[in-house]
């Protein structure tokens, strides 16, 4: 078996390559998966699950995945650890404890399964798709197969599906058609759906910008699609978690109104359901968009507060790079958030962390 070593750099991950689903585990691991996944989802005892055990046995500890196709609805799909008898699903309690006790896990797969995301909306990832493309928001935040409205709907530009993080990538489906997860060392994973001639991935390790696969139709664990495109899924910690709030290329996903409905904003500019978002990029740990809710400049002064001269100016929608934080002048921006904080910037210039958008309300490079 081939290694491939890695240089963990921007959520960049080296796992080993996996080749083949191992050998039938017996009948024990399969049964006790269907039977966590079933009671997880309140289903009778005869509702199918598709088990595909990809390492290991029940003897010696067994990982795969467990889906439960959708028919006409999307599926729902879960990684699962089988151990000493005892099955976790991702999201489970067990699942970071079990993934200690499988030997067949490699120490990247150990280390993202028991990562955990910081309480804010941070991602670190860009869009699905090459950076300077711009593809149609064809449809906003909704649910992958209920709750939670933690997907959006892209296509167009070139068609091709590209990793939004670096992580370790997985085919979902029996099928090895359609269904891609890749989960990263953040505490997140993105699902990536309804894809055309998608790399085949146990555990492969993807760098920010892989190929994944091309948008398409492929509905073989369920679902519909009535025109090529991706069905692109946030989850966090295991689980899907709504999208709003979060922010992909630098554009943050809101929602609005029912499924499907919703808009992105980079800044001040919004895109409604149906036009076209451009991909800027990932933004850093330690960087804002400026987002004056309504486009003008904003005000760069020479200290933090409104009573320091203005020492220049920056766009709405421009990435700037905070230094440190210091209390100022108290303001109010979008969605009512007030704060008195303000953030001094590379040029040694501060602007209102009301007109920042960082995905947190907290200090992203520490207080001056």
């Known amino acids: 078996m081939a290694f491939a070593t890695l240089l963990i750099l921007t959520g960049t991950l080296g796992v080993p390559a996996h080749a083949a689903p191992a050998p039938a585990a017996g009948p024990a691991v399969e049964e006790s998966v269907s039977r966590q996944v079933r009671a997880k989802l309140r289903l009778e005892k005869t509702h199918p699950v598709k088990v595909s055990v990809r390492r290991g046995d029940s003897d010696s500890g067994a990982f795969g995945t467990a889906v439960v196709p959708g028919g006409t609805e999307l599926p729902q799909g879960w990684l699962f650890l089988y151990s000493d008898g005892r099955t976790a699903l991702e999201g489970d309690p067990d699942f970071a404890k079990l993934a200690t006790k499988v030997p067949s896990l490699s120490d990247d797969e150990k280390r993202v399964f028991t990562s955990r995301s910081a309480p804010d ?110 069905h692109f899924a946030l989850r966090r910690d295991g689980a899907y978690t709504p999208i709003d709030h979060y922010a992909f290329g630098k554009w943050v996903i809101r929602a609005s109104g029912s499924d499907y409905d919703g808009y992105a904003l980079h800044g001040s500019t919004r895109r409604d359901a149906g036009q076209t978002i451009q991909n800027h990029g990932v933004l850093g740990p330690r960087q804002g968009i400026v987002d004056t809710d309504g486009g003008t400049a904003l005000n760069r002064r020479s200290g933090p507060g409104t009573s320091n001269p203005v020492a220049g100016t920056v766009a709405d929608g421009e990435t700037v790079d905070i230094v440190c934080s210091a209390p100022g002048t108290e303001h109010a921006g979008r969605d009512g958030y007030r704060s008195s904080m303000w953030d001094k910037l590379a040029d040694g210039t501060w602007v209102s962390d009301v007109y920042l958008w960082t995905g947190t309300g907290e200090p992203v490079a520490g207080y001056c």
């Open 121 to 230: 909306y941070r991602t670190g990832m860009r869009l699905p798709f090459a950076l300077g493309q711009s593809w149609y928001l064809t449809g906003g935040p909704h649910t992958m197969a209920g709750g939670p409205r933690s997907s959006i709907d892209l296509a167009g530009g070139d068609g091709r599906v590209l990793a939004a993080r670096g992580g370790l990538a997985y085919t979902m489906c029996n099928s090895g058609k359609g269904w891609l997860r890749v989960v990263h060392d953040n505490g997140f994973s993105t699902d990536y759906y309804h894809l055309e001639g998608n790399i085949a991935a146990d555990g492969k390790a993807l760098a920010e910008g892989d190929f994944l696969g091309n948008i398409g139709n492929d509905v073989s664990c369920g679902g519909r699609s009535s025109g090529k495109h991706v």
